[in-house]
C-alpha cells in the first residue's frame, strides 16, 4: 500500500527540536503527520494519507512515517498522539474504532515501533485541540452571533457522527476538549415526514435510530433513498448515476442544484444538522460558538442554506435569544484534527505535565 504523501513546511526543524507524530484514524480515513513543538504550536513537516479499510493495523502506518522521517531528517519522532474514531479507554491505552475492523493498542504500538510515549484520544478531542489553531481564513460563518467567553463545541458528520466540548483552561490559556458520544443519542423527530424516516429506518437496522444514522454519509443516502421511494420526483439523468455510484453522498450534494430529490435530501440534511447543532448549544450552554468540522460540511460549505439552518437552530420556545446569539463556523482546514493530535501531545507529554 503506497500512502498519499503531502508536505507541509518548507523549513528544516531545528536540532534541538523533538519530532512528534500526530493521527487522526477515522472510519474512512487514517492521516499519519510529523511535526515539531515552533514556539508551543506544531509545524507540521509531512503527513502519510490512507484508507483505512486498506490498513489492518495503526503499525503498519507508523512504521513507513518514522522510517520516511529518518531518511529525511535523519531523525526519528520520539512519542506520538493517535486520535482514533471511536470511544476511548485512556487508563488501559484502548480504542476499538467504530467504523473499522481494527483497534488501537499503545501497548501494542510501543511494542513494535519503539515510540517512547504514546498518547491516545479520541478523534474528535483532537479537533477540539486543533480549534485553538485556528486562523480566520480557516473558518467560514454559517450562522452570524456574538461569540463570548465560555464553552465551545464542535460536531463533525462524517463516516459517523462526532461531537466534543471545549472548557476554557485558565493555567493553560488553551480550551481543552472534554470527549462525547453524543452522535449516538436517539434521533428525535418534529414531522410526520421525519417519523416515516424514523420508523423505516428502525426497520432496516432493526434498533433504535440516533442522530449519527442520519447526520453522515450513510444518513444522506438514507434520506435520499427514503424520499426516493415515498415522494414522486421527475426524472432526471442525474438518477442512474447515482443508483450505480459507490459515493452517492457526494453525487447527491453535488446534484442538490439540478435534480429535486437531491435537494430535498440536503434540505433536510441541513435542518436536521441545525437541530443537532442547537439541541448541543441548549445542553452545554455553547456560547463561545459551534464549529461544524468533517468532508461533508468543508465540501459544501458554499451550499447549505442559511436560511433554513438558522430558522432551525433557533426554533426555541424559551432559549430563543441565547441561540440567536451563539455562532455557528464551518471548519475549513481539514487536517485540523492532525494539528490538534500534534497539539495534545505538546502539551500533554510527561515532561510538560510537570512543568504545568
Not at 212 to 225: A, C, Q, V
Amino acid at each position: 500500500m503506497i500512502p498519499e504523501v503531502k508536505k507541509y513546511s518548507v523549513e528544516e526543524p531545528p536540532e534541538e527540536a523533538e519530532l512528534i507524530i500526530g493521527a487522526d484514524i477515522g472510519g474512512t480515513n487514517t492521516n499519519v503527520c510529523v511535526a515539531y513543538n515552533k514556539n508551543g504550536k506544531p509545524e507540521i513537516l509531512f503527513s502519510f494519507h490512507y484508507k483505512t479499510q486498506t490498513i489492518s493495523t495503526i503499525v503498519f502506518a507508523l512504521k513507513e512515517v518514522i522510517r520516511y522521517s529518518y531518511m529525511k531528517y535523519k531523525r526519528k519522532p520520539s512519542k506520538a498522539c493517535l486520535a482514533g474514531a471511536g470511544p476511548v479507554n485512556k487508563e488501559k491505552g484502548y480504542c476499538k474504532l467504530t467504523n473499522a475492523e481494527w483497534d488501537l493498542d499503545t501497548k501494542e504500538i510501543k511494542k513494535h515501533t519503539h515510540l517512547k510515549e504514546v498518547m491516545l484520544i479520541n478523534d474528535f478531542e483532537a479537533t477540539g485541540y486543533g480549534v485553538n489553531l485556528l486562523t480566520k481564513r480557516e473558518i467560514k460563518i454559517l450562522k452570524k452571533g456574538k461569540e463570548k467567553a465560555g464553552i465551545k463545541a464542535i460536531i463533525g458528520p462524517g463516516t459517523g457522527l462526532g461531537k466534543a466540548i471545549l472548557v476554557k483552561s485558565e493555567s493553560r490559556g488553551i480550551h481543552i476538549p472534554i470527549p462525547s458520544e453524543g452522535g449516538h443519542v436517539s434521533f428525535p423527530v418534529q414531522s410526520l415526514e421525519e417519523l416515516e424516516l424514523l420508523e423505516t429506518t428502525r426497520k432496516e437496522i432493526r434498533s433504535t435510530p440516533d442522530y449519527e444514522d442520519f447526520l453522515s454519509g450513510g444518513g444522506i443516502i438514507r434520506i435520499y433513498e427514503y424520499l426516493l421511494i415515498n415522494k414522486k420526483y421527475p426524472d432526471t439523468k442525474y438518477r442512474e448515476e447515482i443508483s450505480i455510484s459507490t459515493k452517492k453522498e457526494v453525487l447527491i450534494a453535488k446534484y442538490k442544484d439540478k435534480d429535486s430529490a437531491c435537494a430535498d435530501t440536503f434540505n433536510l440534511f441541513t435542518i436536521l444538522l441545525a437541530r443537532c447543532s442547537k439541541n448541543y448549544a441548549l445542553e452545554t450552554v455553547s456560547t463561545g460558538g459551534i464549529y461544524l468540522s468533517g468532508g461533508i460540511v468543508i465540501n459544501n460549505k458554499d451550499h447549505f442554506n442559511k436560511a433554513m439552518f438558522e430558522k432551525e437552530f433557533t426554533d426555541n420556545r424559551k432559549m430563543k435569544k441565547m441561540l440567536r446569539e451563539i455562532p455557528v463556523y464551518i471548519i475549513l482546514n481539514y487536517d485540523i484534527s492532525l494539528k490538534g493530535a500534534c497539539l495534545a501531545a505538546i502539551i500533554n507529554t510527561k515532561n510538560n505535565k510537570k512543568k504545568s
